[in-house]
Antibody
Framework: EVQLLESGGALVQTGGSLRLSCAASGFTFSRYAMSWVRQAPGKGLEWISIISTSSTNTYYADSVKGRFTISRDNSRNRLHLQMDSLRAEDTAVYYC??????????????WGQGTLVTVSS | EIVLTQSPATLSLSPGERATLSCRASQSVSSYLAWYQHKAGQAPRLLIYGSSNRATGIPARFSGSGSGTDFTLTISSLEPEDFAVYYCQQRSNWPLTFGGGTKVEIK
């Protein structure tokens, strides 16, 4: 059974930093790209970053580019999100998501339960 | 950035009724459109990929259709567990984008 368990969410001050982690199990972690998606209070889903299997390629939404860094440790089945220069608008539940390719279609097929990040002055 | 517009924002229906949800893209996404179900406090769940393909374990009452810019998610007969928020998402262009969601609520 695929399991994704996020951790690291906390209350942090504006301008501060936080590192989120995601522990993956139930699948061969190193074979799949991984994403982070967030949901601000009362808002919809927002994709923010993706990393390829070997970390060669990373992409970011404009809203976090230059402030957030996605990384992975395939030896420990861990996905990370380093969040710097945090803003109030970064307040959200952050989801760790496994990517899958179904017949040529890339999808977000398994999601964690999420971890809450609150940015406040 | 491709903008996905979902309508209606809220759909009030009774169990057993048919639900029809719409997703319109600001430019063509071909068939690179997926649908997700999200219940409060739970992880979102993949329902449909490639516009019309049901993901593993998804009941046949869920169906998707469309291509280009106009897409539809249909729930043929609502079960109590289907009341949730539904999001469409495109994978045609970076960045990946989601629609604003349609809440299906009990009437």
């Amino acid at each position: 059974e695929v399991q994704l368990l996020e951790s690291g969410g906390a209350l942090v001050q504006t301008g501060g930093s936080l590192r989120l982690s995601c522990a993956a199990s139930g699948f061969t972690f190193s074979r799949y790209a991984m994403s982070w998606v967030r949901q601000a209070p009362g808002k919809g889903l927002e994709w923010i970053s993706i990393i390829s299997t070997s970390s060669t390629n990373t992409y970011y939404a404009d809203s976090v580019k230059g402030r957030f860094t996605i990384s992975r440790d395939n030896s420990r089945n861990r996905l990370h999100l380093q969040m710097d220069s945090l803003r109030a608008e970064d307040t959200a539940v952050y989801y760790c998501v496994k990517e899958e390719n179904y017949s040529g279609y890339e999808v977000l097929d398994y999601w964690g339960q999420g971890t809450l990040v609150t940015v406040s002055s | 950035e491709i903008v996905l517009t979902q309508s209606p924002a809220t759909l009030s229906l009774s169990p057993g009724e048919r639900a029809t949800l719409s997703c319109r893209a600001s430019q063509s996404v071909s068939s690179y459109l997926a649908w997700y179900q999200h219940k409060a406090g739970q992880a979102p769940r993949l329902l449909i990929y490639g516009s019309s393909n049901r993901a593993t374990g998804i009941p046949a009452r869920f169906s998707g259709s469309g291509s280009g810019t106009d897409f539809t998610l249909t729930i043929s007969s609502l079960e109590p567990e289907d009341f949730a928020v539904y999001y469409c998402q495109q994978r045609s262009n970076w960045p990946l984008t989601f629609g604003g969601g349609t809440k299906v609520e009990i009437k």
